[in-house]
Nanobody, 125 residues
Framework: QVQLVESGGGLVQAGGSLRLSCAASGRTFDTYDMGWFRQAPGKEREFVAAIRSSGGFTYYADSVKGRFTIFRDNAKNTVYLQMNSLKPEDTADYYC??????????????????WGQGTQVTVSS
């Protein structure tokens, strides 16, 4: 089992940057595929980005491609989401998630067994 704790959220102006971190407990972090999702008020949770356990493959939602970067440091048991050129529509609670299994459906919430508590990101115009 793994526990996830996100940090790094906050208030930023449009065009700015934030880096979210997700620290994982346990000694097998490097066997988990990781994902970032977000949920805006009144909307469903949506996929943002995912990274395979080795870090060799990454995936992005079209809405963030070219602006966000997901990466991980397995030695630190941490996955990051670097967010640049932020837009007001990026405002949401951001969640990291983990799965022990290789899933082709990495872009769906159901693919992940473990979730963090979320961190809030607000982008002002």
């Amino acid at each position: 089992q793994v526990q996830l704790v996100e940090s790094g959220g906050g208030l930023v102006q449009a065009g700015g940057s934030l880096r979210l971190s997700c620290a994982a407990s346990g000694r097998t972090f490097d066997t988990y595929d990781m994902g970032w999702f977000r949920q805006a008020p009144g909307k469903e949770r949506e996929f943002v980005a995912a990274i395979r356990s080795s870090g060799g493959f990454t995936y992005y939602a079209d809405s963030v491609k070219g602006r966000f970067t997901i990466f991980r440091d397995n030695a630190k048991n941490t996955v990051y989401l670097q967010m640049n050129s932020l837009k007001p529509e990026d405002t949401a609670d951001y969640y990291c998630a983990a799965t022990r299994y290789y899933r082709v459906s990495y872009y769906t919430s159901n693919a992940y067994e473990y979730w963090g508590q979320g961190t809030q990101v607000t982008v002002s115009s």
